[in-house]
Every structure is written in C-alpha cells, then in structure tokens.
C-alpha cells in the first residue's frame, strides 16, 4: 500500500491528470475548501475519483488538500493529503440496463431494512456524515443505496433533481411506495430529504433544533408530535429514484 509520500509521488508520475481515475484504498473525510475542517462529505474505501487540482503546470505552493471529483456522484470536495492512499482504477463503465428501475424496487425491503437497523445504533446528526453511525439527512439515504449498489447524487436537492418526480407538496401520500424520497424545505428549496417506509410514515435523521438529533421514524399522518408536524408543513414534494447515477451518461 502506498503512503502519504507514495501518493503525491503517484500523482505527479501523471502530471496531476485530470482524466485518470483513482481508487480510494482508506475512509476519508471530505471537506467544503482547502483550509477550513468543515466537514461535507466522508468517502467510503473504495470509492473512485478524478483531481481537479492542483495543476502541475501551475505555479501551486505547497498544499496539503486536493480538490477532487467523485465518479459514483459526480460529487467535488476537498480531500487531505495526509493519509491518502490510493491506486490507479482500472475499469469497465457497466452497460446500460433496460430492467433498472425493476432492481431498485427489488432491492427497496433492503434498503429500508439497512436504514432500520442504522436506527437502532446509538446515532446523532452529523453534518457531512455519511459513513455512519452519525449520518446527515441526505447521508444516510445515499448511503442505504450505496450499500445496495445503487449510486444517486450526495446532496438533497441534488438528489430531488435526480428523482423522477410523484407529486408536489400538497398531494396524498397515498401516491408514495415504500422507498420513495420525501423533500423538504422552505419556498421550494430542498434542505431536508426521509424516505417513505409505508402507511405515512418515513424514517430521516434530523438535527438537533427541529428534529431528533439522529435518525428517526416520523409521520405524515395526522399527528400532535411537534417534529413530525414541523416536516410535514415543510413537504414540497417526493420523488423515485429509477436508476442508478452514472458519471458517463448523468448531468451533476
């Protein structure tokens, strides 16, 4: 395994290409910018990637981040050097498949399940969390597809736009399937995304202020509990997710 030394010395050998796509051999934290420790993202071993920069043709001082593109979500943050090992990634783009949407829906029993045993474990919200136990909103349902293969965008309003869309705020939730995406927000931006278990209710982790500080099982129904009444009056819509993203064939 390469170390943080190998790494650098990996990426120079390319010239910092901008084409070439690595394999993450470590969990990694990704960050919003090159200095700051705010956390946006963290990234499962595993997961590929492309740089952005620096650019070996530039004049770049010394840094310690790099900027990269995520392939399974089109996903950019900032990553530390410090720790990074990696392998080039050698691999075939999966064909198109015309049966898709009918192994999302066979695999949604499992993704709900996952999210039901995450519940379980002693959890909080963590904003940027995605490797668990602490999950941020968006984090733990692209997680849950994750672990079942099925790749969608990282944020909640990028994934509303990736959804095929059911309806908007005010409809039934009697159109929803279990597995369906709920989204939340105020004067239709999306910051808060569940997803719908079945007879109105839906599990999400939701912060400390309005929510219950890790995930949770809410509902649509009528309810006097205060959080469950707090999502619902900020529902703008749902939505299904009907395939998988691809970096060759999906607009970021």
Do not use: M
């Given at each position: 395994m390469e170390n943080?030394?190998?790494?650098?010395?990996?990426?120079?050998?390319?010239?910092?290409?901008?084409?070439?796509?690595?394999?993450?051999?470590?969990?990694?934290?990704?960050?919003q910018n090159p200095t700051d420790d705010k956390l946006v993202?963290?990234?499962?071993?595993?997961?590929?990637?492309?740089?952005?920069?620096?650019?070996?043709?530039q004049n770049t001082p010394n840094f310690s981040r790099i900027l990269v593109q995520l392939y399974e979500?089109?996903?950019?943050?900032?990553?530390?050097?410090?720790?990074?090992?990696?392998e080039k990634?050698?691999?075939?783009?999966p064909?198109?498949?015309?049966?898709?949407?009918?192994?999302?829906?066979?695999?949604?029993p499992s993704i709900l399940k996952w999210i039901k045993n995450q519940?379980?474990?002693?959890?909080?919200?963590?904003?940027?969390?995605?490797?668990?136990?602490?999950?941020?909103?968006?984090?733990l349902i692209q997680t849950a597809f994750f672990m079942?293969?099925?790749y969608i965008p990282r944020d909640s309003y990028q994934i509303k736009s990736f959804c095929k869309p059911i309806f908007k705020s005010k409809e039934s939730y009697a159109f929803l399937h279990p597995g369906d995406l709920l989204f939340f927000g105020n004067q239709g931006k999306c910051?808060?995304?569940?997803?719908?278990?079945?007879?109105?209710?839906y599990y999400h982790s939701s912060g400390k202020e309005f929510g219950r500080n890790g995930i949770g099982l809410d509902t649509l129904k009528q309810s006097n509990d205060k959080i469950s009444l707090h999502y619902k009056s900020k529902l703008i819509s749902a939505g299904r997710v009907v395939r998988s993203y691809r970096w060759d064939r999906t607009i970021r």
């Open positions: 943080y030394r190998d790494a650098i010395s990996l990426l120079k050998q390319t010239n910092f290409s901008k084409t070439i796509w690595w394999t993450l051999k470590v969990n990694i934290s990704g960050y993202t963290e990234i499962f071993k595993n997961r590929i990637f492309k740089l952005l920069y620096p650019n070996i043709n979500d089109g996903y950019i943050c900032w990553i530390n050097l410090d720790g990074l090992i990696i990634c050698e691999f075939r783009k064909e198109n498949s015309k049966n898709e949407y009918s192994l999302i829906k066979e695999k949604v519940a379980a474990i002693n959890n909080e919200y963590l904003w940027g969390g995605t490797l668990g136990p602490n999950f941020d909103c968006s984090g079942n293969h099925i910051d808060h995304i569940g997803i719908y278990k079945g007879e109105g209710l």
